[in-house]
């Protein structure tokens, strides 16, 4: 058994985890079992009243919030910070600031505690959330769906994924948001689409994306001169409806058209990231058929969409077992991080 400290402030949640690695390993996936021993996210509502995450003010509240968030996770484990063995903190792709907070605290934690220290990329522990609660057989696509990334991955095997497709521009959760604020509904603003778009039927025709890759700002542009334009009475929730069954609709086509061009592809599927909770996009992918092949699709918990310490645990967990990494004390943020520092193939 092996205790992993999770740490994740990439962006507007400051989260930590506790994670515990068992000695059993799993028949599909040939990897070791995991059990969360406590996770806390607290997420920052003042971002709410701009509309969007402001950096300077998310990097200041994880400073004020890092040691309670902390304390709070070591105290619900049940564990002294010495039985902590390995540290692992996202190091990027993320916002300078917020990066650099947990990142500096996590080599604080690993000089005080003597204990390694494993910085993790963020987009990478989304990409293997899946397999925290499920044993998947390898190969299998993983796509990742959330405010800052919408992006199609083969993953081969742990360290090892082949990037299929990536957003041209906005990501999906990015576009939810900004059609939102368009419209002066609350941040973030998928959630609250998802809401009041429920059982309404979409009304509305929008025009194509002409590209292989996700794109999704046309359609933001799309929104805002619609919207400017429209006299009368506004179907509003209508209009919300069909902008997610266009947002949605792009990605299963797109799925399907790049999927199909690869022989004997993998039949399972992962979505995660914070758009994964979307129940349109849920009940649609859930369906998904390529050339007469049902996809087996998987979601993680709702609580592992978001951006949470556990995956972070989990994703440094795996890197430092399997692959022998780890980090040096000197080793910095890098907000622009690709999987290929860490010896992916992207």
């Known amino acids: 058994m092996s205790l992993v400290l999770g740490i994740e402030t990439s962006c507007d949640e400051t989260s930590v985890a506790v994670l515990e690695l068992r000695k059993e390993i799993r028949q599909k996936s040939n990897i070791p079992c995991v059990r969360e021993l406590s996770m806390i996210v607290l997420s920052q509502e003042i971002h709410s009243r701009y509309g969007g995450v402001v950096p300077e003010l998310a990097s200041r509240a994880h400073i004020e919030n890092i040691v309670p968030v902390y304390e709070e996770a070591i105290k619900r484990a049940d564990i002294s910070p010495k039985d902590i063995d390995l540290i692992a903190v996202a190091g990027g792709p993320g916002l300078p600031g917020s990066l650099m907070v947990g990142v500096n605290f996590a080599k604080g934690l690993s000089q005080a505690l003597s204990k390694k220290i494993i910085l993790v990329n963020h987009v990478e522990a989304h990409v293997l959330s899946p397999l925290i609660e499920n044993d998947i057989s390898l190969p299998f696509f993983s796509l990742v769906v959330s405010g800052g990334h919408t992006t199609l991955y083969l993953v081969k095997e742990i360290g090892k994924y082949e990037l299929l497709i990536k957003t041209q521009d906005d990501a999906a959760g990015e576009a939810f948001d900004k059609i939102a604020k368009i419209f002066r509904l609350p941040y973030p603003g998928g959630p609250v689409i998802d809401s009041i778009s429920s059982g309404k039927t979409p009304l509305f025709s929008f025009p194509d994306v002409q590209t292989d890759d996700f794109s999704f700002s046309g359609l933001k542009t799309f929104c805002l001169r619609f919207s400017q334009r429209w006299f009368g009475p506004f179907l509003l929730p209508e209009f919300l409806a069909s902008a997610q069954k266009k947002i949605v609709d792009e990605i299963v086509e797109k799925i399907v058209r790049r999927i199909s061009k690869i022989p004997d592809f993998p039949d399972t599927l992962a979505i995660v990231g914070g758009v994964a909770r979307n129940s349109y996009m849920r009940n649609t992918l859930e369906q998904i058929d390529i050339n007469g092949r049902k996809l087996k699709v998987i979601f993680p918990h ?45």
């Open 302 to 346: 709702p609580k592992y969409c978001i951006d949470n310490a556990t995956m972070i645990a989990f994703a440094g967990a795996l890197r430092n077992l399997l692959l022998g990494e780890v980090s040096e004390i000197t080793d910095d943020v890098n907000p622009t991080q690709k999987f290929r520092k860490f010896g992916g193939i992207i």
